[in-house]
């Protein structure tokens, strides 16, 4: 009978762990990449959500919509809103207002910075910063895995060193980009870098068609294939070799501009437009 | 030719100026136009060069002005406001250039006749050493020689002139009389408002008297410059002496009344010049 | 008064050929003229000589003379030296008819979209000015209508901007629009900037004579048979389209309209005849040059606007300081 309630008694000591985390911990998240990661990380991070950001069902930007139940609270920046919800933990990207950061941390909230997105190593830093500040890092480690994997997937060396870059209305995607990655794990040979261009630049038409390059990728308008058309017509394009292999490709800018799982997306649609375009 | 003005008349708001105006210039004399403040001489003046419209007729040699062209009334009467913005950093040349304007097709330059005229003007106002001259650079005196020299230019018969002698020294504006007493003795037509009524007296053939109460008084020097009227309307005391040569006098000791080259004060007359409408 | 121009002619041509020769790409000389000529060349000089840098050094050349020309035509009509198009708040209507169509994605229906709505933000605009001026036609309340319209239409970008800091790619958009670029125009672009050039250029010679007689003031001009309403209405649709369309074309692009007139005065003199062509000269060898510098400075493009604010606002200041002593 003892045993039996010290029995008892260890178990109910052990039980409350599991139930506590779902008390005890609210993470707030103020980014469209948190919002990604914390659905990735499971149920039992789901639970513990009580806002999203405020752009995470806008597909312009959000790679998950409608995937967050309507009923939770859609929050920007670092707002008074959000003390209201009394989090535990906060999301929040570098570029945010760092005064709002202050009141956050003043309201005893643990305020995660997410900063570093240059890429597939940035992408497992982040989702393992994450797991760990709320308590899943195990399945952190899980989900990079499972991105390490893919990527080995994705890569190959269809690209065949050919140059490749990526041009938004002038601004180029150089070293230490997602794109950098992408392009580099399709075997591409990403342009601006190799020009000793770092980051995100700004560059001219007419340096871009005396690079000559022999892919171009360009972010989707409405229609990909009209993009691609349109760009084509721009001033001195046309003597690019992209432009004369039918190499200009246009991406969703959801995809183009990603910065989570589906950045192995892109090395995959490259890979695809490359071979159609070669056949 | 004859400058006609008949049953002229106009009002500001609610202020009637002056009204019932007739008056005729014949050629070859002068006609000043003497009131106090605000009684509307200026206005009186805009009216003949056809800057405003007045109630009432102007006519020049049996022709409306108001049914010319503005060209052709700019051929007819040339105007001297009372103010030329300082600012004009332009040549004495391009100045009296500008006389030559309404002669002038739109797009045509300036014509071998429209130098040589500018080059007569100039001799004729004794400035034709300072043609490259800046206007800036000019003295008063000297600069109303070359506003004359301007008006000149436009080879127009009637000449309307607003206080030109207002910012000018004694012996300036004595020469600046006496030329405009020439031009009229070779056939213009002068009118000028002029604010020192001893040389009104001494140059003008004949005077429009506005007092400011709506009623106008033309006539000789003799009927409008009398010394009783000037007292009434001025609040000064005037006296012809034996040559018949009218006189300021300036009592200092009450120091009631005010020096001749001042602004006369406000007249009893001149109720209606209050700015708060009486019924 | 002539040989100070044919030196800045003699600048143009040399910044022009300049302009053809350096760039990315390595083309020589001889490969630059042998394109002009119409002869036998690589592909890519081709394309980067005619298709990319004649192009944009003319229109370049075309912007910066009619931002001249509508500054020399401003400052004359308003008679004040620190008068612009920025100040009837023409360019300041189309930036932000350029920023709202931005941020509604209208820059998906086409190269033009944007460009046609910043000419109707101007043409807004100028209306709403015209309209004023019909109504009362005073010189400083038409300065303030202009001032107000800049202001409205700036809290408005400002709006879009804000909106914008959550979308971050269309808030780039619009700073890269408000700060202007000569980057990635074409032939189609010089088209209508020249058309517009010679419109300017066909209203500056109605005008000169009246902006002449304007400077001794409204009633002068009057009194020497310059219809004063006329005046004011192609003026201000001269200065309206000219700098509306320019903002449509390359972006917001200041200070050039409220310089350029002070130097060619220096140079010519205040005669609206000689200084209206000055200004056009001068403000094309200017933008020209500014056009040079921004793209051989780095790979990286700077934008037009900022180099002239740069260059333009200690030329102000000596203006300023000038006309401090000029004027009693």
Redesign the interface.
Known sequence: MKRLAVALLWLSACARPSTEPSDTVRIASVTIDSDATLWALGEATRAQVVAVS??VDDA??SPIVDVWPAELPRV?GTSESLVALRPTVAFVAEWSDPTGRSLLEQAGIDVVVLSGYGGFDDYKARVRTIARAVGAAERGEALVTAFESDVADATSSVGRGKTIISY????VAAAGTTFADEAEAAGFVNLAAR?G?EGH???????L????PDVIVV?C??DCAATER?FAT???????PAAKAGLIVALD?VLL?ATGPRMVEVTRALGVRLAEATQ | MTLEVRAAAARIGSRQLFEGLDVTAPQGTVTAVVGPNGAGKSTLLRGLCGLLALDGTVRLCEVALSSMSPRDRARAVAYLPQQTPAAAALTVRDVVMLGRLPHRSRLAGPSRTDRDQVQASLARVRMDGFADRVLTTLSGGERQRVMLARMLATEAQVMVLDEPTAALDVRHALDLLRTLRTLAAEGHIIVLAIHDLTLADAFADQVICLPGDGTTVVGTTDDVLSPDRLRAVFGAEFARDGHGTLQLRVDRGSGAKTDACASPSPEPADSSAEPSPRP | MIRPLLVVCAVLVIALWTALVVGPGDVGHAQVAATLMGQEVPMVAHALVWDLRLPRSLLAVTVGASLGLAGAIAQGLFRNPLAEPGVLGVSAGAAMAGAVALAAGLDAAGPWAIAFAACAGAVGVLLVLMAWARADARLSTLILCGVALASVCGAITTLVLSIGIERWEVGIKVVRWLMGSFDGRSWSHLGVGATTLLVGGAASVWLRQDLDALQLGPDTAASLGADLRKTWRVGIGAVGVLAGICTALTGVIGFVGLVVPHVARGLVGSGHGRLLPASALLGGTLMLLVDLLTRTVTAVALPPGVVTSLLGTPVFLLVLARLRTEVT
């Open positions: 405020a752009l312009r930007y920007t938004s209305s002038g601004n020009e261009l630049v700004q560059v001219s038409l007419e340096q068609v005396a690079w000559q972010p308008e409405a349109a721009q001033p001195g394009v046309a003597a690019t800018p501009f």
